[in-house]
């Protein structure tokens, strides 16, 4: 057992390592290699990988850093998120990236890829633009182009050959990873207690900043070791956590779920990991192909794109249903758009459904937790008495 416990240690070390110390040891170990920073929510990192990069997820500053220069940056009323980058990037915490991706998901954001471009921070600062068009010819054709870029970007730096064999073997690769992380999900749905929800994001949030292949590594071993019984089950309901897919909830905000009653058996805090839902083909001789495929037809439901013909409710009823969960917590940052304006539309799917939910918000350096636990506390008991 002590071996999953130094493996924890490592992961919440990686996770929470604002100088990301292991992917700049990564880069200085071999000459043309290149670090690729992204922000929330999912980048096709196996583009990156392909051209030689280390894609490096850059989540936000918790609450581990103060924020002086970022409110200077921002108004009052945005998400916090944006301000603890900024300020990261106004630090030197993110010296030694060579290039920074802000996918598409909001305004904060896009303004952010701005603020990057006149720092100069990096050789490019991609605006990673998703398809809001499902339709393979239309928001296809766009999403490959806006690929092609990305990797013109990295080559231009670093000279490397992104060739089909490079594409298929990160394809392989990140498939595997996504698979493992499917399977320690499976195993926390039936038997969550073997494998806290803080643990868990801790081995997601770890995979972010390191080779794949080490990841993947540090994935077989959990697996190996969880798929064994061990602690004590409780009686807890089980939830599904939704809404926290770009700014980060702080850690206790999470063990606050737990600590009142709540096994979160689901929840999109490390979405874009687990946003391709199913394998990608890493066999074909057009792996840009497979990769757009993908995103159109595989990804999972998330707000920050229009999704008209597969509604988000829906997709989360069946979530919660395919996960044998009690109920949903709907947990978003203050002033998150994108969540906050879906919420009132998933939470109808889910009152049609006959799900309970409750909700409430939080940014990432929030240091209260008491009146969360209270409320996850009530919402568990009222499932365990009433429902
Ligand atoms: S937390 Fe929400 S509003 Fe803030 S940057 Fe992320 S998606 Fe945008």
Redo the contacts with the bound molecule.
Sequence with gaps: MSELINILKECEDLAFDLHFTAARKWKAEKAGRILTGYL??YVPREIIHAAGGLPVGIMGAGDRKQIIKGDAYYQSY??H??RGVIEMALDDNLDGFDGFIFPA?????RNLSGMFKLSKKGSFQRYFDYPQNFDPLTGGTFYREEMQKLIDDMVKINGAQVTTDKLNKAIALYNRNRELIETIYNIRQEYPWRLSAVDTYHILRAGLVIPVERHNEMLERVVQIISKERGNPMDNIRVVVTGS???QPPIGLIKSIEMAGCYIVDDDFMLGSRFIKSAVDDATADPLGALTAAYITQSDFA??YYDIGNPKGKRLAQLVKRRKADGVIFS??S?????LLDRPQMQKECDEAGIPHINFQYHESTGQFKVIKEQAGTFSDSIKLWV
Excluded: R
Excluded at 105 to 109: A, F, L, Q, Y
């Design positions: 929330p929510v945005i998400c998120l944006p998901i909001c305004d904060c954001i897919f770009c700014e707000s920050f978003a940052a002033f998150c758009d994108p969540a």
